[in-house]
């Protein structure tokens, strides 16, 4: 077959649409801007409770604009379809990391004291000490101007290996009474890296085929469709989804990079913003070493390269030096490469070996290993702040038991799915795109059954959002999100209640209203948790209805 010619298209394919993908991007950069001045305002009106106020407003605001863009976005083209990836990288990565710096210079750490905790850390490390043997009360002089800032000094560091030798190396940089705004610019750069992996392993792949970024040709409600030849695509090499470059190989005239956009989601969310660039967390140490494992695997599943294949080992370990959370990612890993038990073997390797050059230093001494686990206990047993599915399971068994149970099932649940996804299409096997889906699920659900849910927490959940909106699934809010196949089902589920929770998790800041009662009200939980439970749930099932119900009245 030819490949179709501009008389072949139907009329409504050869009209130059109307792109309304560059108003929406200013009225996104205003939005940013008027947040931004929001953040620099919660510090001198927050102990009189309008800070808040003034921040969920301009937040929500921020949050609307983007998802009118991800709507849009996913539903129509509204970019050229030949706009440069260049433009695209360059534009996405310049106004993320403007809008960072600017908070970063022009306010202090708010909603959260952890940061103290980090430069504390940081500097008994680079001098030699071990952060795990006393707590900060019981040095007999200050560690850092700060140390008196610390929360819960009574206890030794709870950060892992890894993120000791990340706040060491940036306490060796800073200037002395310089070392806040250090270690934020640092975890900005590991912000940024974030953004530029997402942006890489979007690249090396296809627009989702449903959508209008792809070279299907659409017809107008008015004008019947006419059959159109199109080029018949080569066969990937994956039964489930091309390798690098062979999309574009085999389909020359598809140039689209406007899936891209996506990243704006992350890139641009408020979220990152104000945990990161102003509260300076180091979350964001772990999320890129997730993201970096991920371009690995993708890389590496068609080669089975030996290098990709220990790489991803090796930054899966990485991230759950920062964070164990991430670690069932592994499950849809091996459950690929059940029948590849040497490519299986070099990633276990690799995360063994990691794991003994990360935590050689500060894990062989006994004392270090103690003090770190009763730490950890003490965050299991005692602590809890946010967790209303916790708090309701607490009353039936003890604090660290239902964390366990309560995860376990979330956990059991996904990897069922997983067994049953990959027998009803064994051709896929459970490819990449399920280990995307089933982390992201995984990291969402896990911190709603956590006892413990900071907004900061959702980062790593939020920064994988960008990958399932990318994924060829059917369009949101259609039947074929709900029939079938289902894995589109927990992709679409997934993102939606990732993106709701993106906008009530701020609700968690109440407290910092009145610091000395640090308790959620039930009021504040209910409208916090119920939408992300609710919503998406009620919303596929709900919007078909209302499209078939306009083309019938059409």
Not at 306 to 313: E, H, K, M, P, S
Not at 446 to 452: F, G, H, P, Y
Request: overall charge positive; some cysteine.
């Amino acid at each position: 077959m030819t490949a179709p010619t501009q008389q072949q298209l139907p009329q409504s394919a050869r009209r130059n649409p109307i792109h309304f993908g560059w108003p929406i991007l200013g009225v996104s950069c205003l939005a940013l801007y008027f947040y931004m001045i929001c953040v620099a305002g919660i510090q001198d009106s927050l102990q009189q409770g309008s800070g808040l106020a003034m921040f969920w407003g301009s937040y929500a605001l921020l949050w609307i604009v983007l998802t009118a863009f991800a709507f849009h976005q996913r539903l129509r083209n509204f970019f050229p379809a030949n706009t440069p990836p260049r433009f695209i990288i360059g534009l996405i990565l310049a106004i993320a990391l403007l809008t960072r710096l600017t908070i970063v210079f022009t306010t202090n750490p708010i909603l959260s004291d952890d940061i103290y905790r980090y430069v504390h850390d940081g500097s008994v490390t680079a001098l030699g000490h071990d952060p795990y043997q006393f707590a900060p009360n019981r040095y007999p002089e200050p560690a850092t101007p700060y140390t008196h800032l610390i929360n819960h000094p009574d206890l030794p560091t709870i950060y892992l290996p890894a993120s000791q030798y990340v706040f060491a190396a940036l306490w060796k940089i800073s200037p002395r009474d310089y070392e806040i705004t250090v270690f934020r610019l640092g975890f900005v750069a590991f912000d940024m890296i974030i953004i530029a992996l997402l942006l890489a392993i979007l690249k090396q792949r296809p627009p989702p085929p449903h959508s209008p970024h792809s070279h299907h040709s659409h017809t107008t409600s008015h004008e019947a469709p006419q059959l159109v030849a199109l080029p018949a695509p080569h066969p990937p090499t994956s039964p489930s989804f091309p390798a690098r470059g062979e999309y574009r190989a085999a389909n020359p005239s598809n140039n689209n990079y406007n899936h891209l956009w996506f990243v704006v989601l992350y890139a641009w969310h408020p979220l990152p913003l104000i945990e990161i660039a102003s509260s300076g967390h180091q979350d964001t140490i772990g999320i890129a070493c997730l993201l970096a494992a991920l371009l690995c695997w993708n890389r590496g599943q068609a080669s089975r390269h030996v290098i990709r294949l220990f790489a991803t080992g090796f930054f899966i370990m990485l991230a759950a030096s920062i964070k164990p959370v991430v670690l069932p990612m592994l499950i849809p890993i091996a459950w690929t490469l059940r029948k590849n038990w040497r490519d299986l073997l070099m990633i276990i390797v690799a995360m063994l070996v990691t794991c003994g050059l990360v935590g050689s230093n500060f894990v062989l001494a006994k004392h270090n290993l103690h003090s770190l686990m009763e730490t950890l206990r003490t965050f299991a047993e005692k602590w809890s702040f946010n967790g209303p599915i916790h708090e309701y399971v607490r009353q039936f068994m003890p604090h660290a038991t239902a964390t366990l149970v309560l995860s376990g099932l979330v956990l059991f649940a996904l990897t069922a799915w997983l067994i049953i996804q990959s027998k009803k299409h064994p051709a896929t096997n459970a490819t990449h795109d399920n280990t995307e889906t089933f982390t992201a699920t995984w990291l969402v659900f896990a911190l709603i059954v956590s006892s413990t849910v900071h907004p900061w927490y959702l980062l790593w959940s939020l920064a994988l959002l960008p990958l399932l909106l990318s994924h060829p699934t059917p369009q949101f809010y259609s039947p074929g999100c709900i029939s079938g196949d289902s894995s589109p089902i927990l992709t679409t589920f997934t993102a939606l209640t990732l993106w709701l929770f993106s906008l009530t998790i701020t609700i968690a800041h109440a407290p910092w209203q009145n610091p000395t009662y640090w308790d959620m009200p039930h009021a504040l939980l209910v409208l916090e948790f119920l939408p992300v439970l609710v919503l998406p749930v009620a919303l596929p099932l709900l919007v078909p209805r209302l499209t078939h119900f306009r083309r019938h009245r059409a």
